[in-house]
């Protein structure tokens, strides 16, 4: 899963509009800022196949130190310790953020192919899970999106604007994000190579969440009349 990832961001946020909308989109992102790093070291494995499923171009043979499931649950610990103890924040944001960390694995488990380890998660002979709906692009990209919007709409709700920006900023990261992903997902086959693919990745994951943060800063929580 791609930007639907962002989804738990934004529920989390209309839950506690105290928590920093820029850490959850960190969060929810979390185990892919460990992973794409772990590629480009050859400690993890990331493989470009033009066809390798319906919606993606790419295979993920080998990540046990951060897509499986005890090492999601793991990171997701350790953001909760850093949240509390390096960053300070309440108890009620360390614990939105944990579990914004923990649903990126659950997100995922919909859309990939079996790559996620679940048992004897460092042997070739690995039990691995996923119910494989990137085979099925259109179903796959309706989902995604189906749980972005919707999370959007709560977000929205459960906060008011304080200005223009916090009004059509929100707005436009939404339709940036679809349409990236619409790119993503339909777009002609573009040749690239597994280094270049995980440093992009890496590069739109921060910006993301720079431009959100910033938009957030807009808004406040609470329902009022939109200006």
Known sequence: ???????????????????????L??????LDFV???????????????QSATAST????????????????????FIVLIVALKVLNTSKTTAILLMLVTQTHWLLDLLVHDSDLAVWRIFSANASKLG??????????????????IGAYWF???????????????PATLLIVLIAI?????????IKISASAFAVSALAMFITFTIIAGYLDSNRR???KSEL
Not at 25 to 30: E, K, R, S
Not at 181 to 189: I, K, L, Q, R, V
């Open 221 to 223: 929580g609470g329902v």
């Open 57 to 76: 171009h790419f295979l993920l043979p080998f990540m046990p130190w951060s897509h499986s499931i005890w090492a999601a649950a793991i990171w997701s």
């Open 35 to 49: 992973f794409f790093p772990l590629a480009l070291l050859n400690i993890e494995a990331l493989e470009m196949h």
């Open 181 to 189: 992903h619409a790119f993503n997902t339909f777009a002609p086959y």
């Open 1 to 23: 899963m791609f930007v639907g990832h962002y989804s738990a961001s934004f529920i989390a946020k209309g839950l506690e509009p105290r928590a920093s909308l820029g850490l």
């Open 131 to 148: 119910f494989g709906l990137w085979d099925q692009a259109i179903l796959a990209f309706a989902l995604e999106c189906g749980f972005l």
């Open 155 to 169: 977000y929205i709700k459960r906060t008011h604007a304080v200005n223009k920006l916090g009004i059509y900023g």
């Open 25 to 30: 989109f960190i969060a929810a992102q979390f």
